[in-house]
């Protein structure tokens, strides 16, 4: 898989780059989960974000973060319109009143049903089999796995010498 000396001397193609493959596949899923839920008045971290509420009812805000990988100052209002738009409600624990635990409303669990259909809506739209379309994803989370153990996220990028 290394490159020969004169191929890294090459400017490298954007169609050759495993970071725009997977920007440009992503800017394209999720603009077809966009206009779906658009019907629902919902954004896809929205929809996100709801799924890990159906997932698991009551968990923490911290805990919503980590499952749909968004931090508390993106995930906050997130939850706030969420809460007016009557999906969700908020609830403060008993035991720390600093943990809110968050709960899908009579609202919020009719929703799930109105939306799965975006989701086969999607998948059929990848034009993958259904063995082909679980193959990506797992490879994709062990891909994005492999990077996270590899990668601590405050490591510079190392310059290219002129």
Same mark, same amino acid.
């Given at each position: 898989?290394?490159?020969? *000396?004169?191929?890294?001397?090459?400017?490298?193609?954007?169609?050759?780059?495993?970071?725009?493959?997977?920007?440009?596949?992503?800017?394209?899923?999720?603009?077809?989960?966009?206009?779906?839920?658009?019907?629902?008045?919902?954004?896809? *971290?929205?929809?996100?974000?709801?799924?890990?509420?159906?997932?698991?009812?009551?968990?923490?805000?911290?805990?919503?973060?980590?499952?749909?990988?968004?931090?508390?100052?993106?995930?906050?209002?997130? /939850?706030?319109?969420?809460?007016?738009?009557?999906?969700?409600?908020?609830?403060?624990?008993?035991?720390?009143?600093?943990?809110?635990?968050?709960?899908?409303?009579?609202?919020?669990?009719?929703?799930?049903?109105?939306?799965?259909?975006?989701?086969?809506?999607?998948?059929?739209?990848?034009?993958?089999?259904?063995?082909?379309?679980?193959?990506?994803?797992?490879?994709?989370?062990? /891909?994005?796995?492999?990077?996270?153990?590899?990668?601590?996220?405050?490591?510079?990028?190392?310059?290219?010498?002129?």
């Amino acid at each position: 898989m290394g490159a020969a *000396p004169e191929q890294l001397r090459r400017h490298a193609r954007v169609e050759d780059q495993l970071c725009f493959a997977l920007y440009a596949a992503s800017k394209a899923v999720s603009g077809v989960y966009r206009q779906l839920l658009a019907e629902f008045d919902l954004t896809y *971290p929205q929809y996100l974000t709801m799924l890990a509420i159906w997932e698991q009812d009551g968990r923490t805000v911290a805990q919503i973060g980590q499952v749909v990988e968004l931090d508390s100052g993106t995930l906050s209002p997130l /939850l706030r319109r969420l809460e007016r738009a009557g999906f969700i409600r908020r609830e403060r624990s008993e035991p720390d009143e600093r943990v809110l635990r968050i709960h899908a409303t009579p609202s919020g669990r009719a929703l799930e049903a109105r939306v799965a259909p975006v989701r086969a809506a999607v998948e059929a739209g990848t034009g993958l089999s259904d063995a082909e379309f679980v193959q990506l994803r797992e490879a994709l989370h062990a /891909l994005r796995r492999s990077v996270a153990s590899q990668s601590p996220p405050d490591r510079p990028v190392p310059r290219a010498s002129a």
